[in-house]
């Protein structure tokens, strides 16, 4: 139980356009789920807090108008990463928390961005 | 501010030796302390959590042991074996915070025959 898939799970983009990466909960609901960035051999920083139906909560020095975060439903979020940089290639993980655990968080398998 | 310190950042056992890895936090407000374990090009997998009410959490070959005055926590690695070999990360978080986990460092954990 409480699997947390993100798909793609690599994408290779040209610098300027657009990604999104989806982050689902596979077999359970979450009101919150939370996007994450790791650098080689670094620890995970976090972005952004999502709530299911509301805006999302970022991080100091996050830039929310360059991720931009949607929480539709209790099983999906999704991070679009916009006019993509190479400073942008990192690792994005995401997890999730189940409803009616106050603080365990399930992560996903990770998505690996290289901006060319 | 590193609000949870990690150590030591790299650590070789042999087979069927303890590994042990240290965490220190700053913020007394914090009350629940998970352990994760990532393997290269993965996410991070929950493996053990605990809450300052006990002083040591025993789950299989890991345990946590928690000094709440010290404001420490260690994870033991009994028997490790080289399928032990990841990345582990101790982390932090607090009541009214969307259960915001606040990361240590990381410790790469080498297990060698």
């Known amino acids: 139980g409480a699997v947390v898939s993100q798909h793609p799970s690599r994408v290779i983009c040209k610098s300027g356009t657009s990604v999104k990466i989806e982050c689902r909960s596979l077999d359970f609901q979450a009101t919150t789920m939370f996007w994450y960035r790791q650098f080689p051999k670094q620890s995970l920083m976090l972005m952004a807090t999502s709530n299911e139906g509301s805006k999302a909560t970022y991080e100091q020095g996050v830039e929310k108008d360059k991720f931009l975060i949607n929480h539709a439903s209790l099983t999906l979020s999704t991070l679009t990463v916009t006019s993509a940089h190479p400073e942008d290639s990192s690792f994005y993980i995401c997890s999730a928390r189940t409803i009616g655990s106050v603080e365990t968080q399930y992560f996903g398998p990770g998505t690996r961005l290289l901006v060319l | 501010q590193q609000q949870v310190k990690q150590s030591p950042q790299s650590l070789i056992v042999q087979k069927g030796g303890i590994s042990i890895i240290n965490c220190a936090y700053e913020n007394t407000a914090f009350d629940y302390f998970p352990w994760y374990q990532q393997f290269p090009g993965k996410g991070p997998a929950l493996l053990i959590a605990i809450r300052p009410d006990v002083s040591e959490k025993k789950e299989g070959r890991f345990t946590i042991s928690f000094n709440k005055s010290a404001k420490q926590f260690s994870l033991h690695i009994m028997d490790s074996q080289p399928g032990d070999s990841a990345t582990y990360f101790c982390?932090?978080?607090?009541?009214?915070?969307?259960?915001?986990?606040?990361f240590g460092t990381g410790t790469r954990l080498q297990v060698t025959l």
């Open positions: 982390a932090a978080s607090r009541a009214g915070t969307a259960s915001k986990l606040t």
